[in-house]
């Protein structure tokens, strides 16, 4: 019997070989990239693949080693597809990705649209991108919003997108999907809840406690701790403010922020309620407009893959072969087509870079569908 060294010493051997005629096929790719250059040909042949994989199928001679050969060259043929789609970007094909780089975003005179009232974190958002004398106004739901820069009564919308404890605001990620506008900026806010109510109201009288959903979501520990505290779900932290201000109650509350109680003359009845005492909500700017500043570092997308094994894995590959990091992986429903989904993803980069322009040509040619959000 072969001692453990022997038997390793033989799989180097083995492994060298296989390494020398990987070269050697990677070789002939570079042949074929240029067939299919100078003939106009799609890089991915689907039904040529799956022939030839169910011949080298045949060659196994148990269900074990078909599987491993099935996706060994399952990892080959993708491996030369990636090697293709980036000597074509190097022998001067041009890919149009319908964005256009700018020094800085189209800001004097620009209207500015955000969902709530005074004093909600998209409020603190807007101001913290764009600054306090900008032209702005709120409406009453994301959606209307979306209106907005599509009516043209605004040009920039501000939008929570996800936080860092409650996760992702998964309507927003429909609404970008279904109105197709682009992200062209993004603000990070810290929150800080508290518990606003009336001039002599307390903690132990509250019966009512009005927030936005993701906010009582994101201080489910306290609001665990008192379960007598109704639960009122509102469109916004602020207008849950104005609410206890309107019906001047001292058994509601509301969950909002600090400036918010200045506002509408509440008090703070406990501070930084949130479960995460370093919790962030992430908000995008949104424009009609598919442009991007220059330098921008982060890029989202969203990709619709076939409904069929290893797809997903397969469409990853493209960033790992082009060295990109991904910051951000979401699926959403497909609208229409009952469990099927799509990919929102984030990733670093710049739409200059040769390496995500593979990396989104690769995408784009053996995906569904591929939509660019934007590069900010």
Not at 175 to 193: A, C, R, S, T
Not at 263 to 291: A, D, M, P
Not at 363 to 369: G, S, V
Request: hydrophobic share 40%; with cysteine; proline share 2%.
């Amino acid at each position: 019997m072969k001692d453990l060294q022997e038997i390793r010493k033989e799989i180097d051997a083995i492994d060298r070989q296989i390494v020398e005629l990987y070269k050697s096929r990677m070789k002939l790719t570079t042949e074929v990239a240029a067939d299919k250059i100078a003939t106009g040909k799609q890089v991915l042949d689907k039904k040529r693949e799956k022939s030839k994989l169910d011949v080298l199928e045949t060659f196994a001679d148990s269900n074990a080693t078909k599987h491993g050969i099935r996706e060994l060259f399952e990892q080959i043929m993708s491996a030369s597809r990636k090697r293709q789609y980036q000597l074509m970007i190097e022998k001067g094909r041009v890919e149009d990705f319908g964005f256009t780089e700018v020094a800085a975003l189209q800001t004097a005179g620009a209207r500015v649209v955000y969902q709530g009232v005074e004093g909600a974190y998209a409020h603190l958002a807007l101001e913290a991108y764009f600054g306090k004398d900008m032209t702005r106004f709120h409406v009453g739901t994301w959606r209307g919003a979306m209106e907005a820069l599509k009516s043209g009564a605004a040009d920039y919308a501000v939008l929570p997108f996800e936080n860092s404890s409650a996760g992702i605001v998964s309507e927003n990620y429909d609404l970008l999907k279904e109105y197709g506008y682009y992200i062209v900026g993004e603000q990070k806010i810290e929150v800080n809840h508290c518990i606003l109510g009336m001039n002599g109201a307390s903690l132990e009288g509250i019966q009512k406690i009005y927030s936005h959903p993701q906010a009582l979501a994101q201080c489910s520990r306290l609001l665990e701790a008192h379960p007598q505290w109704e639960q009122i779900p509102i469109q916004n932290t602020a207008l849950a403010a104005k609410k206890v201000q309107s019906d001047a109650d001292i058994t509601q509350a509301a969950i909002a922020s600090s400036l918010t109680s200045e506002l509408y003359g509440l008090h703070i009845l406990s501070e930084g309620v949130q479960n995460n005492r370093s919790n962030e909500t992430r908000f995008i700017i949104v424009s009609k407009r598919s442009e991007y500043v220059a330098g921008a570092g982060k890029i989202s997308i969203c990709v619709q893959l076939m409904h069929e094994a290893g797809s997903l894995y397969h469409a990853l590959g493209h960033f790992i072969y082009n060295g990109l990091n991904m910051t951000r992986i979401e699926s959403r429903p497909i609208p229409g087509r009952n469990w099927q989904h799509q990919f929102f993803i984030d990733f670093d980069g710049n739409l200059e870079d040769g390496a995500v322009q593979n990396a989104l040509f690769g995408l784009r040619e053996e995906a569904l569908d591929l939509k660019i959000f934007g590069n900010y």
